[in-house]
């Protein structure tokens, strides 16, 4: 049974044109660029995941900035943005939602959980049990949850950024393969360079510039942004390189890119394409979009983590080796 919520219901959506979808994402990524310094390339990437229909895993140190940069995206487009602070006694139903009965109606009524926004920032997420891990699993994957037996339509669009610490394992817990798969990027900050430093400096003198961005567009007009991109066209040959690069790290790793990668990688240079202002995708969009996309699917041998350098190292071998014009 599918509780379709009145506002949350995914409905035809007519795409923008191509220019005016570009010319939103360009104003997306400079307001978001008038708070977060030296990070253009990050930046970029995020919003091309987002046209893309996917969701971001931020790894880093603590302090680079992650939490801000989900906060201004989801200032910049004017969406609902809730955060959920995962912490070890966290419950699924603090995310997802709980029934709880009405004495006055005398029925069971649907709470929401915070996971009912367009963008969701899961802080910290390895810090919370896999059990409450897994439910965002149904949510990234499908757009709705299910408690107690109804399916609850998410918000449209339906955005996770999830944060992790690179530096702490303790009292943490490994993202399991099948949650680290639904991330259609992966993405690192890294520290500012000095003269980055001072920027972030001077800009946070007298309060946070977060807190002085506005909305450039608006929750309808990115979603006809992501018809947009949906709809860019994706040849043959591209369709070939992409499933050729999948198919490099499977041969080449103890667990390789799985089909939702592939998928991921398509959408992803489909957002780029749209970015740059085309209706269609090259092989150059692939390529700019293969690491993120890719790397952190890869287990290059058993017993390792996901991703890291090894598996960043063996996309690059496969950008390297598959040629995109066979």
Known sequence: MT???SDTTPAA???LDVDAASSLARDVVENVQRVIVGKDDEIEHLVTAILGRGHVLLEDVPGVGKTMLARSIARTVGGEFRRIQFTPDLLPADV???TVFDEQSHEFEFRPGPVFANFVLGDEINRASPKTQSALLEAMEEAQVTVDGETHRLPDPFVVVATQNAVENDGAFELPAAEVDRFAKRLTLGYPS?????????RVVGGHPVDAVEPVTTIDALRRARATAAAATVSAPVR?????LANFTREHAELGVSPRGS???VRAAQGRATLDGRDYVTPDDVQVEAEPVLAHRVRVESGTPLGGDAG???VQRALSTVDPET
């Open 312 to 314: 960043r190292r063996l």
């Open 194 to 202: 000095p003269a980055e430093e001072q920027q972030v400096l001077e």
């Open 3 to 5: 509780d379709a919520l």
């Open 263 to 265: 998928i991921a990688l």
């Open 240 to 244: 070939r390189y992409v499933t050729e």
């Open 13 to 15: 959506t007519d795409p």
């Open 96 to 98: 997802t939602g709980t």
